[in-house]
């Protein structure tokens, strides 16, 4: 069985990690990995290729930055020659980035099986360019791998229920196979740090209005009373900080660090350190969730309601009260625990791999 494996940006990479060695190690798939290019600086691209022992793409497609369109556009034009080179018997495609959403609609419309790992994930808002990708994604798919329980009730409301298979989470295979190397590496030690708290921000309803974005930095504000931030800051966030000044505000609080993008074990260390997250990725909800570190979500929502139910996820939205609440919680030690959720077991990727050789 021959599959074309796509990766486009930064959170698809520790989600093929696993794929890839589960079908090197059964030796019955051959896997061709395409990157589209989506993103493309080393720090966001290039180090986790290095870091997550991820074999250098078949194909790198060059794509760029760009509007929604362009880049779900230029993703289609560049991937098409690719079947048609490789003749795949499926595409696999993971997420709900742009490039998830182009490859498989290209596929699709050659009638190429598509696979869909982290399929069902809803948040219910499409404002959101994610929530988009992914409904479509579902809907083009053949075979659906859900991350976590929410995904099949969610496909099922939408009337899909064949080869919907609860596979688990390909990103926690990841996360665990690395543990012990991200530990070793201590990033606390190494960047002199006390307690502290760790920041990510890149949503574009978060960080594009610079209202918003004032907004949020009042409440990383607050939470820089409890304890010290750092926080690698996304290129995306970058240029808006800038942009609007809001960088120089930062600069004056002595207790908010700005560092650059960091690598993946890089910034696994700095999480499973930390007292607590402030974030609006998806990812790191999972992350925090399965090292049981608090994970403050600055959205209104999550598509991925394992985290809030069973896990250290709390949603504070853009609500100051709420964060202290929780904060201080953190503080006194009563903040909830996680428990891990069902099938975050390290084997989420073989068991993918197994339904995939066993559908030929
Ligand atoms: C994309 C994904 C988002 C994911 C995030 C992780 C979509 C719709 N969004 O958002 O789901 O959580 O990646 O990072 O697919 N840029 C660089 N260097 C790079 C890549 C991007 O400087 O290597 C800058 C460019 O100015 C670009 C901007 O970041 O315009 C945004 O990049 P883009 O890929 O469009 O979206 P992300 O915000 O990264």
Redesign the pocket.
């Known amino acids: 069985m021959k599959i074309v494996s796509v990766v486009?940006?930064?959170?698809n990479f520790m989600k093929m990690a696993s794929l890839d060695a589960a079908f090197r190690k059964s030796g019955k798939v051959q896997n061709v990995l395409v990157h589209t290019g989506?993103?493309?600086?080393d720090?966001?691209?290039q180090v986790f290729f290095d870091e997550l022992q991820l074999p250098k793409p078949d194909q790198y497609l060059g794509v760029?930055?760009?509007s929604?369109a362009q880049?779900t556009a230029e993703v289609m034009k560049r991937f098409e020659p690719v079947m048609d080179l490789e003749k795949p018997d499926a595409v696999l495609v993971v997420?709900?980035?742009?490039?998830?959403l182009a490859c498989a609609l290209a596929a699709a419309k050659k009638q190429v099986p598509v696979a869909h790992v982290e399929a069902g994930l809803r948040s219910f808002d499409k404002n959101m360019?994610?929530e988009v990708?992914r409904l479509v994604t579902d809907h083009l798919s053949t075979w659906l791998f859900t991350s976590e329980p929410s995904g099949a009730k969610n496909l099922e409301k939408e009337g899909i229920t064949d080869d919907v298979f609860f596979a688990g989470n390909t990103m926690i295979d990841t996360l665990r196979f690395f543990h012990k190397k991200a530990r070793d590496l201590n990033m606390k030690e190494k960047l002199d740090l006390e307690g502290y708290g760790l920041v990510t921000l890149?949503?574009?309803e978060n960080v594009d209005d610079s209202k918003t974005l004032a907004k949020i930095v009042a409440l990383l504000e607050v939470a820089s009373r409890h304890e010290e931030l750092v926080w690698p800051v996304?290129?995306?966030t970058?240029?808006q900080l800038e942009h609007t000044g809001l960088n120089q505000r930062i600069a004056d609080n002595k207790k908010i660090r700005l560092l650059e993008p960091q690598g993946y074990l890089e910034f696994l260390s700095l999480q499973m350190d930390a007292r607590f997250v402030l974030t609006d990725?998806?990812?790191i909800q999972e992350e925090t969730t399965f090292l049981d570190v608090p994970c403050l979500t600055l959205r209104e929502n999550t598509e991925r309601p394992v985290t809030v139910e069973q896990g250290s996820n709390t949603l504070v939205g853009s609500d100051k009260g709420k964060l202290r609440a929780a904060l201080e919680q953190i503080g006194r030690g009563t903040y909830k625990h996680a428990t891990v959720p069902e099938n975050w077991d390290g084997k989420a990727g073989q068991r993918i791999a197994e339904y995939l050789e066993a559908t030929e």
């Open positions: 486009g940006a930064r959170p989506q993103h493309y600086d720090a966001m691209s760029g930055s760009g929604h880049q997420g709900d980035v742009n490039s998830t360019p994610e990708n890149h949503r574009p996304h290129p995306r970058k240029k990725s998806g990812g």
